[in-house]
């Protein structure tokens, strides 16, 4: 009895567990979809191209295994690196991604 209670518990919840999973646009970050929205409205062959280019950023970052917020913070660990002068040492720690 205790079975089935667990089972018919988790068929009335199961719209939890997907509720951190990020937004999917087909078969892409939502994000992405954003320039389709725009390139609907404003139908140039520089909003197709940006569309592309968007759409292979995000395809591409989805292979390397980052969602596009982790990404910005890898970039931004990249681009300023572990030196941080406005902290005293005391207070410095090892920058880590756990996006």
């Keep these: 009895?205790?079975?089935?209670?667990d089972n018919l518990d988790e068929k009335i919840n199961w719209h939890w567990r997907n509720s951190m999973l990020p937004v999917r646009f087909f078969t892409?970050?939502?994000?992405a979809g954003i320039s389709f929205f725009v390139l609907?409205?404003?139908?140039r062959p520089i909003t197709l191209f940006l569309?592309?280019?968007?759409?292979f950023t995000f395809w591409f970052?989805?292979?390397r295994g980052l969602t596009f917020p982790s990404a910005?913070?890898?970039?931004?660990?990249?681009?300023?690196g572990q030196n941080r002068p406005a902290w005293i040492r005391?207070?410095?720690r090892k920058m880590v991604d756990y996006g």
Excluded at 1 to 5: G, H, K, T
Aim: hydrophobic share 55%; no cysteine; proline share 0%.
């Design 61 to 63: 970052l989805e292979k």
């Design 72 to 80: 910005i913070r890898a970039f931004r660990l990249w681009l300023v």
């Design 28 to 31: 892409f970050d939502a994000r």
């Design 51 to 55: 569309t592309f280019v968007s759409t």
């Design 1 to 5: 009895m205790s079975q089935a209670d």
């Design 40 to 43: 609907l409205i404003y139908f």
């Design 90 to 92: 005391l207070y410095h």
